[in-house]
């Protein structure tokens, strides 16, 4: 499948954002508002991460104390609304062409972090021997 072309505006992690959805998948008409929405918040973060690296993550304060710059929490909540934005879309997880929704994957990591490090009854018997 072929990638849609971007809308213009964006930066290049929107527009690798775009590029990958839209040619993995094929979205509907009504979808294409909701990825443009994801390609402009990935955009900011990408941003935000710019000056983040650029400026440290300390600031001083009005009263010359260092405190945690503002662009911290603005890039955790960037990075949040962008998540949310690409959660809506629904987009399918695995060749089922069934969507997860956030509660779904929510549960598959905790199930699969629940079994990480089980070892099979069978297994430990053999190994115990």
Do not use: H, N, V
């Given at each position: 499948m072929a990638a849609e072309r971007p809308p213009k505006g964006f930066g290049p992690a929107g527009r690798d954002l775009w590029r990958k959805v839209t040619s993995a998948f094929e979205l509907d008409g009504h979808e294409?508002?909701?990825?443009e929405l994801a390609a402009s918040q990935i955009d900011d973060v990408h941003r935000l991460e710019e000056l983040?690296?650029?400026d440290g993550m300390i600031s001083t304060g009005?009263?010359?104390q260092q405190r945690l710059s503002q662009v911290v929490a603005e890039l955790r909540q960037s990075r949040l609304a962008a998540?949310?934005?690409?959660d809506a879309l629904?987009?399918?997880?695995?060749?089922s062409g069934v969507a997860a929704s956030p509660a779904t994957k929510r549960a598959r990591r905790a199930a699969e972090a629940r079994w990480a490090g089980h070892v099979p009854a069978r297994e430990r018997l053999r190994n115990a021997t």
């Open positions: 294409l508002p909701g990825l983040l690296e650029r009005s009263t010359g998540s949310q934005l690409l629904a987009l399918p997880l695995d060749d």
